[in-house]
Nanobody
């Protein structure tokens, strides 16, 4: 089993910044892809950004140039630096890990990000 614990969410004004963190524990197999997704009420969960064990990244068009995903393999952690936040970034943000070749994936419990004045 793999456990993911997110932190760093909160309330921020438009134009502000937040940094989300996600730490994995348990049987974390490599290589893997770690990513951040977000969800608002009534909508499907959507990919925000993902990063492979080797550092290859992928971003949703809506966050390119504003968000940066990074990871520390030694700490089994992934981070999301969010700058120039907009009200439409308000959502519950979830961390996910996909160990390659296992057919499994794991989710964190989610952390609320609210962008409002």
């Amino acid at each position: 089993q793999v456990q993911l614990v997110e932190s760093g969410g909160g309330l921020v004004q438009p134009g502000g910044s937040l940094r989300l963190s996600c730490a994995a524990s348990g049987s974390v197999f490599s290589p893997n892809t770690m990513g951040w997704y977000r969800q608002t009420p009534g909508k499907e969960r959507e990919l925000v950004a993902a990063i492979t064990s080797g550092g290859t990244t992928n971003y949703a068009d809506s966050v390119k140039g504003r968000f940066t995903i990074s990871r520390d393999n030694a700490k089994r952690s992934v981070y999301l630096q969010m700058n120039s936040l907009k009200p439409e970034d308000t959502a519950v943000y979830y961390c996910k890990i996909d160990p390659w070749g296992t057919g499994r994936h794991y989710w964190g419990q989610g952390t609320q990000v609210t962008v409002s004045s």
